[in-house]
């Protein structure tokens, strides 16, 4: 439309950092951009990752432009492309948590399960992440 009603008043476009928590092995030919519009942040991440067989802890990416919002219940989950699941898993994915600046990486070990657990340092192998998603912020 051309009415005042129909402007974009909030648009931002830029860069963002992604940092791996909890993980020992390296993140190479790191990229991430994203695209806010009104309440709503887009993503792009690409990365390569090197093995890291020795931390047991939670596996997250921090650096997220904008933290999301805390409403309780505000989760934004999503599935992972091109990437060389960690060993035994089915199906890998992750989620933006309410009031997080980090992406909290999932698997599930069965296909047909319900139940989603957290990645550890040492799930992920050689090989790449690359994601694309978006989550609302306050």
């Known amino acids: 439309g051309t009415g005042a009603a129909n402007k974009l008043d909030d648009y931002e476009e830029g860069t963002w950092t992604p940092v791996a928590v909890n993980y020992t092995g390296t993140l190479s030919d790191v990229r991430g951009s994203y695209v806010k519009i009104g309440k709503k942040v887009f993503i792009d991440l690409y990365c390569s990752t090197s093995d890291d067989s020795s931390t047991t802890a939670v596996f997250s990416i921090s650096g ?12 934004s989950t999503f599935s992972i492309m091109s990437y060389n699941n960690p060993a035994g898993t089915a199906i890998a994915g992750c989620q933006v948590q309410p009031s997080s600046s980090s992406i909290r990486m999932l698997k599930k070990t069965s296909a047909t399960s319900p139940t989603w657990a957290d990645w550890q340092g040492q799930d992920v192998n050689l090989g790449e992440i690359n994601v694309s998603f978006s989550y609302s912020v306050a």
């Open 64 to 75: 997220l432009p904008f933290a999301s919002d805390p409403t309780s219940g505000a989760y």
